[in-house]
């Protein structure tokens, strides 16, 4: 079993910016890709971005959805289990709870953080 961990979230203006940090329990070695997944009340868990690990053919790629692309900077720490998402520019539209996710090993199993309110408001 694989724990995230989330920090960081909170509350900002409209404009403003946040970091969110996630530490997975597991080795990077055993990690395929990291990143952030976002969700609002009644709606369904939605990409916000994503990074894979050396430890797949495409290390280092990122993907991040078309309402981030610009704002938002997802980066790893080398040789370690951690991912932050730097926020910036942030709007109302970019209030949810982040989930932090990792894919896993051979299986590539999936694991989730507990997640974090992020709240842009003024």
């Known amino acids: 079993q694989v724990q995230l961990v989330e920090s960081g979230g909170g509350l900002v203006q409209p404009g403003g910016s946040l970091r969110l940090s996630c530490a997975a329990s597991?080795?990077?070695?055993?990690?395929?890709?990291m990143g952030w997944y976002r969700q609002t009340p009644g709606k369904q868990r939605e990409l916000v971005a994503t990074?894979?690990?050396?430890?797949?053919?495409?290390?280092?790629?990122?993907n991040y959805a078309d309402s981030v692309k610009g704002r938002f900077t997802i980066s790893r720490e080398n040789a370690k289990s951690t991912v932050s998402l730097q926020m910036n520019s942030l709007e109302p539209e970019d209030t949810a709870v982040y989930f932090c996710?990792?894919?896993?090993?051979?299986?590539?199993?999936?694991?989730w953080g507990q997640g974090t309110q992020v709240t842009v408001s003024s």
């Open positions: 996710y990792a894919n896993v090993g051979v299986a590539q199993v999936d694991y």
């Open positions: 597991a080795s990077i070695r055993s990690i395929n890709a």
């Open positions: 990074i894979t690990t050396a430890r797949t053919t495409s290390g280092g790629r990122t």
